[in-house]
């Protein structure tokens, strides 16, 4: 780092303190980029990067420079471009190390080199093979070293939750003393509770010299399930900054979600004095999501605050209280986190309420003798799916057996992708009237490709809004379910289906479409579920 820049990130000072913020250190693309499964290139990291500073993220743990020359060089990339947050880069106490995060956070406007030494007796006698003075001297000088280029510097102890705290409490005391500006406790191994990890912040910020001068920071990991709940009694606790990761990946069982502990803190308020981020919360689905896209790594349906399931209900007695009053079964609103709205989802333990809705929605208004005889039609083809389609719903009410497709057919199907050059895509379809309809079409990829040939052959424009692919099962012959949202005419469809090919699960689902617009007169836009409010 030249001594310019030395001097530019040095005047940044000291982290922001404020005893109503706790800053979200995010660690993505490092923590959780060390997991098997997660490693992301340089581009994808820099994408990542600046969805994270759109988030708003305080600080941004851009990865582990002296890991490898990729790893300098994306670092360096982020610090280069992305603006917002402070940008850091993680060292252990050598020299090599942290010059390597002096020079890749060189162009940042703020940065910030983080250091790190085991302190545990574990760690200490079997990996360091240090004393306990050794390692307070290693982690000054490492410290010491690290100012040298940046005034941020952020010292962890790792396996600080297995550290005799009075030896803990010396050597946060020791590097304060030196000048680091945040102090991390981490749960390395996620062996705390909260009621404990609380106790230790307590203890600490009474009996570390210094204390008050700094930021204290938690860093806690998933193996009990319990880190997102220790990173919150970490803050109950005075923990004013907390490390963690979207959708919590990490290392093993992960780190704390970040958009746990963010929603967390905003619903409950109450039980935090009003602490507040910087999170802009409505980012939270899209960032998670990016993330997914680019790890190939799925969110879990069930997953808090983000997965597909979290703001969508299947059952009729809570459809029915939504109905009412969304208040009923929703702590937060769909929207708040950046869903479109929250789902009523048909299945087989939904009930006659969200079926009217639903019918209603799709422009079907069935009096109550109607409404029965679809719904008892309803519960037995539910009992036969995992989940009831629109286009189901809308068999059922114009008297047709749903599961009988048409009146498009696809009879024949070629999809080719190749490098450097488009993909392309041929489809024969056949009408129930006899008509025979072939086309072609080139796209981006071979599914673009065949929903580009599909909405040829059936003569009608689609404005995909959404496109999901799912695996339902494991293994390279695994079902894929492929689910499609387009706009037709200002009205949203949605079609599905399975295949163990991709590319025809699409061709499908698309088609479900296209047989829905020729069954159905479109009754009226479709609106988002109404639920009260
Ligand atoms: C809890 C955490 O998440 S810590 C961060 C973990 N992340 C990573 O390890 C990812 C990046 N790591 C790497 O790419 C490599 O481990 C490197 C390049 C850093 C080091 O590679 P190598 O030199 O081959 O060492 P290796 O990884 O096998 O062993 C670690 C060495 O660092 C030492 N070490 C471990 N932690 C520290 C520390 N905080 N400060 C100083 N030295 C340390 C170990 O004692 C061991 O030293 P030795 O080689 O003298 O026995
Ligand atoms: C380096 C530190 C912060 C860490 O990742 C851990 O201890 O888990």
Known sequence: ??????????????????????????????????????????????????????????????????????????????????????????????????????RAIE????????????????????????????VIDTAVAGVERALGYCGDVEFSAEDAIRTEPDFLAEVFSAVIAAGATTVNVPDTVGYTTPIEIAERFAWLRANVRGAESVVFSA???????????????????????????????????????????VMALRVRSDRFAGLTTGIRAKRLHATARLLAQITGQPIARNKAIIGENAFAHESGIHQHGMLKHRGTYEIMHAEDVGFARSQLVLGKHSGRHALRERLSMLGHELDEAALDEVFVQFKTLADRKREVFDADIEALAVGRDPEAAGPWHLSHLHATSHVDSSASASVRLTHDDGRVVSEAAIGDGPVDAVLRAVSRAVGHEFAVEEFHIRALSEGGDAQGQAAISVIHEGRELRGQAVSTDIVEAAAKAILEIANRIEHVAVARPTEPTAIAH
């Open 1 to 102: 780092m030249t001594s310019e820049a030395a001097v530019e990130n040095s005047s940044e000072g000291k982290p922001e303190l404020g005893q109503d913020r706790v800053l979200i250190f995010d660690t993505t693309l490092r923590d959780g980029e060390q997991a098997p499964g997660f490693s992301m290139s340089r581009a994808q990291k820099l994408r990542m990067a600046s969805a994270l500073a759109d988030l708003g993220v305080d600080i941004l743990e851009a990865g582990f420079p002296h890991a490898s020359d990729d790893d300098f060089s994306s670092v360096r990339a982020i610090a280069t471009s992305v603006r917002g947050p402070r940008i850091c880069g993680l060292a252990r106490c050598q020299q090599g190390d942290i010059e390597s995060v002096a």
């Open 107 to 134: 162009p940042a406007t703020k940065g910030r080199i983080h250091i790190f030494l085991a302190t545990s007796p574990l760690h200490r006698e079997f990996k360091l093979q240090m004393s306990r003075q050794q």
């Open 219 to 261: 860093h806690c990991h998933d193996d009990l399930g319990m880190a997102v709940a220790n990173s919150l009694a970490a803050i109950s606790a005075g923990a004013r900054q907390v490390e963690c990761t979207i959708n919590g990946i990490g290392e093993r069982a992960g780190n704390a979600a970040l958009e746990e502990i």
